[in-house]
């Protein structure tokens, strides 16, 4: 069984913290990339035969600004190709700007049952700050839209400790998100990457993050609110309904299988963990992984603790095996529980896991 990621990478415009690959004005570009696309999706059932699929995801970028045509197509090649099971999780990530009933139908008649939308802040003054090209009517509307179509499973991103939001601003987002009556909920604290026009902009001086003390009030003000609400934290930066964890991610955090198409696109298939270009030109000629290579014992084991530790889970305690002494101390110091034959994080623990994950790989 194996998870499988499209990565489309056009946008309307380029958001201010964004450093994927994605390109604003190339969408004359998209038929080309389509046929590219399709290429490498012939090519990977040539390596894989009939791999059983059990969940497909299109990220990017903005998969919901090319026409419907494109994923529907796409599903038809996969179900073609290889054998998705009848209950997959397909999932297409959304700008809410971007939506309209037709598209959204096309989506939910080629099997599409997820939908993640980008809503960010309820704020048009942050919205703005982030450069994205959707105002917070147009989530409200995108929402309904998407339940007229058929969709019952609605996930939606928002953002915190970012420039000029207060705390006010963040609770009355979670308020706006809940009112749509989401089945999960992705919550992201602003990570400035270098030479992103927001970085920039910081670093210059003409905006300031909140500090750090804030930025975990507002995470802990999630926890609070959406617990209330009956969404579970699953995961470090994931709350979904009972049912509603997403499984495409789920695979990334449990080091199953998934395969990569398309620019940049990631893939771990059989211990093998390899990557394709990031050259949008390169791609469209042929070009398809640059890089890859086995993961050995010790760094799968690695990836098994970085990855396990932000699952409210947790890992087996057998994969710490030499390790008790450190499993003990981070229990006694409230920021791990040992249960059921598992270590998993505490809310405490989930706030500093950076650090209770040197302390397990600690020579």
């Excluded at 700050?129 to 019952?152: C, I, K, M, Y």
Aim: aromatic fraction near 8%.
């Amino acid at each position: 069984m194996a998870a499988l990621y499209f990565h489309i990478p056009f946008c309307l415009k380029k958001c201010s913290y964004c450093d994927f690959v994605s390109f604003a004005g190339r969408e004359a570009h998209i038929g080309a990339y389509r046929a590219a696309l399709e290429a490498e999706l012939a090519e990977a059932a040539g390596r894989y035969g009939r791999l059983p699929i059990e969940t497909v995801y299109f990220g990017g970028g903005t998969p919901s600004l090319p026409e419907a045509d494109l994923i529907v197509h796409l599903m038809a090649m996969c179900r073609a190709l290889f054998f998705v099971n009848p209950e997959a999780e397909i999932t297409v990530e959304c700008n809410p700007g971007t939506l309209n009933l037709s598209k959204l139908r096309d989506y939910r008649a080629c099997g599409v049952n997820r939908l993640s939308l980008g809503m960010q802040a309820a704020q048009e003054k942050l919205l703005r700050v982030l450069g994205r090209v959707h105002s917070p009517e147009q989530v409200r509307d995108g929402v309904e839209l998407a339940r007229q179509a058929g969709f019952t499973d609605i996930s939606l991103d928002l953002m915190y400790a970012l420039p000029g939001q207060g705390i006010a601003d963040w609770v009355d987002s979670l308020k706006e998100a809940l009112a749509l009556a989401p089945t999960h909920l992705s919550l992201y604290s602003l990570i400035l990457e270098p030479g992103t026009p927001l970085a920039d902009r910081i670093e210059r001086g003409e905006l300031q993050v909140p500090e750090e003390e804030l930025a975990l009030s507002m995470q802990h003000a999630a926890c609070r609110i959406l617990g209330r609400r009956g969404y579970r934290r699953y995961e470090i930066s994931n709350y979904a309904l009972p049912g509603h964890s997403c499984r495409h991610n789920l695979c990334y955090w449990t080091r199953g299988d998934y395969l990569g198409l398309g620019l940049a696109a990631h893939s771990f298939m059989g211990g093998e963990r390899f990557a394709n270009t990031s050259d949008f030109d390169a791609y469209l000629s042929g070009t398809r992984r640059v890089s890859g290579g086995f993961v050995g014992p010790r760094e799968a084991l690695e990836e098994e603790i970085m990855l396990g530790t932000r699952l409210s889970e947790g890992i087996a305690l057998e994969r710490l095996k030499g390790r008790e002494d450190r499993v003990r101390a981070l229990a006694e110091a409230g920021l791990a529980t040992v249960e059921a034959g598992r270590f998993a994080l505490t809310q405490r623990g989930m706030d500093v896991q950076n650090a209770v994950v040197l302390k397990l790989l600690d020579p």
